[in-house]
């Protein structure tokens, strides 16, 4: 093997492949992530979020599914970008506002159990909450 791989994602003039390689590869402190937060891409996702904290689903069959079960997995889909990618925490605001429109998903009766499954590539994640009044 030639060239050392994590040297050269270390080096990379990507700011996010180069502060994560440096954070979880070589054991480095390069800083807070939320210094990546200002890059164009996460202000791009951002600028995108409605104003009830959901992302729009760009597209999808509304015979299929409500536009509301399509913001829904299209705000799991920008938040694991935001998160995995550019190391967003509950500390921005695009975070917060996410977590309470997917909770108002959750709170719907006095006495609800509804799952709302997040997707993120080849993984998906459940969440089950029980509200009781």
Not at 61 to 80: M, P, V, W
Request: with cysteine; net charge positive; glycine share 10%.
């Amino acid at each position: 093997m030639g060239e050392d791989p994590i040297s050269a994602l270390a080096a990379s003039s990507n700011p996010a492949i180069a502060f994560f390689a440096r954070r979880d590869l070589l054991g480095e402190r390069p800083g807070p992530a939320s210094e990546l937060w200002g890059l164009r891409e996460p202000l791009r996702i951002v600028r995108g979020q409605t104003a009830s904290g959901a992302w729009s689903y760009p597209g999808g069959s509304r015979s299929l599914r409500s536009a509301e079960n399509y913001d829904q997995i299209e705000t799991f889909r920008q938040l694991g970008i935001l998160v995995e990618k550019y190391g967003f925490t509950r500390e921005h605001p695009a975070i917060a506002r996410a977590a309470e429109f997917l909770l108002s998903l959750l709170v719907q009766g006095p006495h609800v159990k509804r799952r709302v499954r997040g997707l993120s590539g080849s993984n998906c994640s459940v969440l089950v909450v029980r509200v009781r009044g």
